[in-house]
């Protein structure tokens, strides 16, 4: 169990520093994934930008991806076909539950990065960084997003995951560092003890103190 996101994310970031990469990028997953990504950002002194992602939760259960949004031109959706056939979800049913997401995306947008641009990640090491992944489901269509800009390499960190998910990421990474593969995956905040709800204000100040000045 992890103290904060805070912790987990120093502790990533004594693995990383093993790896000896050069001139890394650190993507953050918001909200959840920014104090990790800020911390091995600090640590490898490497600048820290976001991917907006968007999960589309489960009818009844919102915590539970049956897909999830990337921000892009177009966007990419990338959908949990377990989930999807566990809930039963035709087409018109998905198509709605996106739907109902974008704005979301477009609002992060707007909070988040206003008017800054994507950080320049062609050739270079992206280190893509969250709080926790359940089924993985967030963290892959971020990696397909991300290899459409040309990275030399992506490496997944996360302070834990199913075993699930880091099998499904292992198709999609170069390389994949997880502290913590508990053979029951409970909710993601059941391995915290202090596991707050980020604030959009909280995203933007952390952005502001280590991120890059992005022109």
Do not use: W
């Not at 990383?16 to 650190?26: N, Q, R």
């Not at 979800?89 to 609002?107: K, N, T």
Request: glycine residues 6%; neutral net charge.
């Amino acid at each position: 169990m992890f103290q904060n996101r805070q912790e987990a994310g120093r502790k990533l970031a004594e693995e990383l520093v093993k790896f000896k990469l050069v001139d890394p990028v650190v993507l953050a997953l918001p909200r959840g994934g920014v104090p990790v990504a800020a911390e091995i950002a600090d640590a490898l002194k490497a600048p820290l930008d976001l991917v907006l992602v968007c999960k589309v939760g489960a009818p009844g259960n919102p915590e539970l991806a049956v897909a999830a949004i990337v921000d892009g031109t177009p966007p990419d959706v990338v959908l949990n076909r377990e989930i999807v056939e566990a809930y039963g979800l035709d087409d018109a049913a998905l198509r709605g539950l996106v739907s109902h997401e974008r704005p979301e995306l477009e609002r992060r947008r707007v909070a988040y990065l206003r008017d800054r641009k994507p950080f320049s990640v062609a050739g270079k090491t992206i280190i893509l960084a969250d709080d926790g992944a359940a089924t993985g489901t967030t963290m892959k269509v971020a990696i397909r997003a991300m290899k459409r800009r040309s990275p030399r390499e992506i490496i997944v960190a996360l302070p834990v995951a199913s075993a699930d998910a880091v099998a499904q990421l292992l198709d999609e990474a170069n390389r994949i560092l997880c502290l913590h593969t508990p053979t029951r995956f409970l909710a993601l905040g059941y391995h915290y003890r202090d596991f707050p709800q980020l604030t959009d204000e909280e995203v933007v100040q952390t952005l502001q103190r280590h991120g890059p000045k992005v022109s």
